[in-house]
């Protein structure tokens, strides 16, 4: 198709960071399978810029931040050589962060303190071009807290999405959050909740809440590499975790809270 693709990532001066990631995905093809020859694609685009001002203490850190995300999908019809866009959103965004956490080296990441994020989206300075067009304004905490239990640590994590106007609907389900595990990722609207695939339609809505309690545990430090560049096993570890979460549109809290409880083992492979 002789599109470019890939992922971009720059932060500068640790307080401005720039994302932006291109890809294609195949919705129609003909021809034998290992021969196909695709006839529709959809190329999507996603756009991100965000600076915070940091205020730091001690063992306070204090973070204001603005910025502004762009996705936008468009699906090509090869034969036809046509180009019509399926989603074109764009928000502006607020967030306001305050981080006291902490750890020492045999625990599993974080293990005392709290970080708790307040995130503003709205819809409203950009005029979208999609099928939809979202004019709405939603705004989500996510509240995270952690308490050491000699080497283990019982985690806490409670989020509270709520939204007025047209939006993106929350859906809820999988194991993944990037807003909870990689920083503040805009105009993302996958909230995890394990045991649930994420494509339940009674978890989909424009209002959302999960609330998890997880005791996490280091295994083994294991620490061992075999080679240059270095290939090696660092740490293995485990959790236990109960879940439970509900999206709705109307009113203010879900008709049914779907519930999970699972375990996990975790291993840091370093390549």
Request: proline residues 4%; aromatic residues 8%.
């Amino acid at each position: 198709q002789h599109e470019g693709l890939g992922t971009l990532e720059y932060l500068l001066l640790h307080q401005h960071a720039f994302a932006l990631q291109r890809q294609l995905t195949p919705r129609a093809w003909t021809g034998e399978r290992g021969e196909e020859d695709t006839t529709v694609y959809e190329r999507s685009t996603q756009l991100q810029w965000l600076s915070t001002f940091p205020w730091t203490r001690l063992d306070q850190r204090l973070n204001f931040g603005v910025g502004a995300a762009l996705d936008r999908v468009e699906r090509i019809d090869v034969p036809s050589s046509t180009t019509g866009r399926t989603r074109d959103e764009r928000v502006a965004a607020a967030l306001l962060e305050f981080d006291t956490r902490g750890a020492n080296w045999w625990s599993e990441g974080a293990n005392r303190g709290q970080r708790s994020t307040l995130l503003y989206e709205t819809y409203r300075p950009f005029r979208q071009n999609g099928p939809v067009n979202y004019r709405g304004e939603l705004l989500r905490a996510d509240l995270r807290a952690y308490l050491p239990l000699g080497r283990t640590v019982l985690a806490l994590r409670h989020t509270e999405a709520r939204s007025r106007g047209t939006i993106e609907p929350f859906q809820l389900g999988g194991a993944s959050d990037p807003q909870l595990q990689f920083g503040t990722v805009l105009n993302q609207r996958d909230l995890a909740l394990r045991g649930y695939q994420g494509d339940e339609a009674a978890l989909l809505g424009s209002q959302a809440r999960v609330s998890s309690l997880e005791w996490r545990t280091p295994l083994a430090d294991v620490d061992r590499h075999w080679m240059v560049p270095a290939l090696g096993l660092n740490r293995v570890s485990a959790a236990v975790f109960y879940e439970q979460g509900g999206a709705w549109n109307q009113g203010h809290a879900p008709r049914e809270t779907a519930r999970s409880v699972g375990a996990e083992l975790l291993a840091e492979v370093r390549l």
